[in-house]
């Protein structure tokens, strides 16, 4: 359980994806559990509990993408673990279960027992949630695992045509999501390749020497997958840097910065978590 969460699951898309199917799960078996339940007041369509119905809804799916963001923009200020993703998951639930049992109480006031309505709303809560928050996770990491196994083999297959010609230096290859090759370019010519949510941006030097950008669908986590071994190196949740390309490693009082051998490139932040990867290899390279 302590050990790290996959980036994948923490991108943007991912959850938002998320989130939207688990409010539509939730939802669905929420209507479902009316019937069984003697704390229930959902209502939609013309009932007269439509509008707490929309509200708490409404609340609830904030809470839920407040959340997310949150968990999105901190990713890189500490290390998300399994364990830590699961309990965010059940403090998610537990808000929500909480703001349920002060709804109950206000739309049926007869229901004053609060301890005993939040007993009976968190085992509810977490199958509302917790199902869709699981059925999400495995799709993501399925789909992640055989997005990364397609893409593999075309740098493999491409690595092979490569190695039977005399070309002076080595071809980067990089192929889109679905495995077809759109841009190649030498090893001596890539400066680093940056992440724009399901978009990468590769960043290199034209034969004229001049700095140019080539954008493709494709996550930085597969490239990072594709090229491990290699001088490309993950160095922050949104770069990766040739590290032949790289002339200085400096310390300043916000982390480390990465120096590339083009002063038209701004320097390339390092995040604690690549740290000790990119200290070790400059290190390394000293020696």
Same mark, same amino acid.
């Given at each position: ?38 704390? $229930? #007041? ?5 009932? $007269? ?38 309990? #965010? ?26 301890? *005993?309505?939040?007993?009976? $709303? ?34 493999? *297959? ?44 590769? #960043? ?7 700095? *140019? ?32 390309? $790289? ?41």
């Amino acid at each position: 359980m302590n050990k790290k969460l996959p980036k994948y699951l923490l991108g943007k898309y991912q959850l938002l994806g998320t989130v939207t199917f688990s409010v539509l799960f939730a939802l669905v078996f929420l209507n479902l559990y009316i019937p069984f339940s003697d704390t $229930a #007041w959902f209502g939609l369509g013309r009932s $007269a509990n439509f509008l707490f119905t929309a509200g708490f809804m409404f609340i609830a799916m904030t809470i839920l993408i407040v959340s997310r963001v949150i968990m999105y923009k901190t990713q890189d200020m500490f290390e998300m673990t399994y364990l830590g993703y699961v309990l #965010w998951c059940l403090g998610e639930v537990f808000i929500i279960c909480l703001l349920y049992t002060f709804v109950t109480a206000d739309v049926l006031p007869e229901k004053h027992d609060y301890l *005993r309505i939040m007993l009976r $709303a968190l085992p509810y809560g977490m199958i509302a949630l917790v199902i869709p928050y699981i059925i999400s996770g495995m799709f993501i990491a399925i789909v992640e695992k055989n997005r990364t196994i397609r893409l593999m083999r075309c740098q493999s *297959r491409s690595a092979d045509k490569d190695s039977r010609t005399d070309a002076v230096s080595s071809q980067i290859t990089f192929f889109d999501n679905n495995g077809a090759l759109k841009f190649s370019v030498s090893s001596t010519d890539l400066y680093y390749i940056e992440s724009d949510d399901n978009y990468i941006n590769v #960043w290199y030097s034209d034969t004229k020497g001049k700095l *140019r950008m080539y954008m493709l669908r494709c996550r930085l986590k597969t490239v990072e997958d594709s090229f491990k071994g290699s001088p490309l190196m993950r160095c922050h949740r949104k770069y990766i840097v040739n590290m032949s390309r $790289a002339q200085v490693l400096r310390k300043e009082k916000d982390g480390y910065f990465i120096d590339l051998d083009n002063d038209q490139i701004e320097p390339i932040p390092v995040s604690k978590t690549y740290a000790d990867n990119i200290v070790g290899y400059f290190q390394t390279k000293r020696v």
